[in-house]
């Protein structure tokens, strides 16, 4: 993470592990003319609703206003990481074992960056996913770019 998303995160962290919720991912990016910082929050059952948002978003406007950490105007925006959930921290994958997800390498394996599939017990730091083809890969956790859940369509 940049300056700005690792300031405000000193500053929301707090804030989101004292209602009780997680703070997903958070990321700070340009869209056209507009800056946005985007938070991303669960709960444990995965149902984060409208009043959570809400609630963050006001508590951390509060906070962003009194320190004031980034110097552009922006658009703050408060929400669930939605159906297809970014898995950032290691813990993540156990949380969601036996979900499906697509991960995605820094370089390939057998030609291959994306994997999608079943994940499964995880054994230390090496993430195991069972394809759909039955096929059981094992991925070092520091190999992996990117991870979220995915929508099984078949």
Not at 32 to 57: A, Q, V
Not at 92 to 121: Q, S, V, W
Request: include cysteine.
């Amino acid at each position: 993470m940049g300056k700005i998303t690792d300031n405000v995160e000193k500053l929301a962290q707090p804030i989101v592990i004292k209602e009780g919720l997680e703070l997903v991912d958070l990321e700070y990016v340009k869209e056209g003319e507009d800056y946005f910082l985007r938070l991303y929050i669960d709960n444990e059952e995965n149902d984060i609703g409208l009043e959570e948002c809400e609630k963050i978003s006001r508590l951390l406007s509060e906070e962003l206003d009194s320190v004031d950490p980034i110097e552009k105007s922006y658009i703050l925006e408060v929400s669930s990481p939605g159906i297809e959930r970014p898995l950032k921290k290691i813990e993540d994958f156990d949380r969601f074992e036996g979900n499906y997800a697509t991960l995605k390498t820094y370089a390939p394996i057998n030609g291959e960056k994306e994997f999608t599939g079943t994940l499964l017990k995880r054994n230390d730091q090496i993430v195991r996913l069972q394809l759909k083809n039955d096929e059981i890969i094992e991925l070092q956790h520091s190999s992996i770019a990117s991870a979220r859940l995915a929508v099984d369509f078949s």
